[in-house]
């Protein structure tokens, strides 16, 4: 493959285009619309999964040959899928619900040749263990980094590393909503070499 080739990443999160920019790729970044409503009896990981794709194959026909990027992040804890918050005192209670305890992030990434339709996946699992947190420090941390928009309400790239005890996974980045070290192994099977 031309390495050339351009690229878009499907995604309108400046986390991602952040990350992204970090392996000194050339990009454009689209925002796919796209239905994230998670369907009956799906896995958090075959969610994630699904999302990548879908977000990479709702821009094939604009892009019609390039390579399309496509990420989704599920976090899951106890048997539940934790929602983005969208506000405050939803923020507050899913902290509360999390505190002390571990929450498993799968981001899962999507490579899509939109030429020879050629699709290729990846997942990523972090699991996360939150500090034990008092009802204050948790209405302090959410009144200053607002994570209304991060499924889990916080931004380990912000102040929200102060609320984790422990990480273990085999890329931080994906915690962000990027596994960018399983992104470059997908782009090399592609003919993308970062370092060429």
Not at 34 to 56: C, F, G, H, P, V
Not at 85 to 105: C, D, E, H, W, Y
Not at 146 to 166: M, Q, R, T, V
């Given at each position: 493959?031309?390495?050339?080739?351009?690229?878009?990443?499907?995604?309108?999160?400046?986390?991602?285009?952040?990350?992204l920019s970090k392996?000194?790729?050339?990009?454009?970044?689209?925002?796919?619309?796209?239905?994230?409503?998670?369907?009956?009896?799906?896995?958090?990981?075959?969610?994630?999964?699904?999302?990548?794709?879908?977000?990479?194959?709702?821009?094939?026909?604009?892009?019609?040959?390039h390579l399309i990027?496509?990420?989704?992040?599920?976090?899951?804890?106890?048997?539940?899928?934790?929602?983005?918050?969208?506000?405050?005192?939803?923020?507050?209670?899913?902290?509360?619900?999390?505190?002390?305890?571990?929450?498993?992030?799968?981001?899962?990434?999507?490579?899509?040749?939109?030429?020879?339709?050629?699709?290729?996946?990846?997942?990523?699992?972090?699991?996360?263990?939150?500090?034990?947190?008092?009802?204050?420090?948790?209405?302090?941390?959410?009144?200053?980094?607002?994570?209304?928009?991060?499924?889990?309400?916080?931004?380990?790239?912000?102040?929200?590393?102060?609320?984790?005890?422990?990480?273990?996974?085999?890329?931080?980045?994906?915690?962000?909503?990027?596994?960018?070290?399983?992104?470059?192994?997908?782009?090399?099977?592609?003919?993308?070499?970062?370092?060429?």
């Amino acid at each position: 493959m031309d390495q050339d080739k351009k690229i878009i990443l499907a995604s309108s999160s400046p986390y991602r285009q952040q990350l992204l920019s970090k392996i000194n790729l050339k990009f454009t970044a689209v925002a796919p619309e796209i239905d994230e409503t998670s369907e009956e009896r799906e896995s958090a990981q075959q969610l994630a999964l699904r999302l990548a794709q879908n977000k990479a194959l709702m821009l094939q026909q604009r892009f019609d040959n390039h390579l399309i990027i496509g990420s989704d992040q599920v976090a899951y804890f106890n048997g539940l899928q934790l929602e983005k918050p969208g506000n405050r005192s939803r923020s507050i209670q899913q902290l509360k619900m999390i505190a002390g305890r571990t929450v498993f992030f799968y981001t899962a990434i999507c490579v899509l040749d939109s030429q020879s339709k050629t699709i290729k996946t990846e997942i990523d699992c972090c699991s996360v263990t939150f500090r034990t947190l008092s009802l204050s420090e948790i209405e302090n941390y959410v009144d200053l980094d607002k994570p209304y928009h991060c499924a889990g309400s916080f931004k380990s790239e912000g102040l929200g590393i102060a609320l984790i005890k422990k990480i273990d996974g085999d890329d931080p980045n994906s915690l962000i909503g990027l596994p960018i070290i399983k992104l470059i192994d997908l782009l090399t099977e592609f003919g993308i070499k970062i370092l060429a």
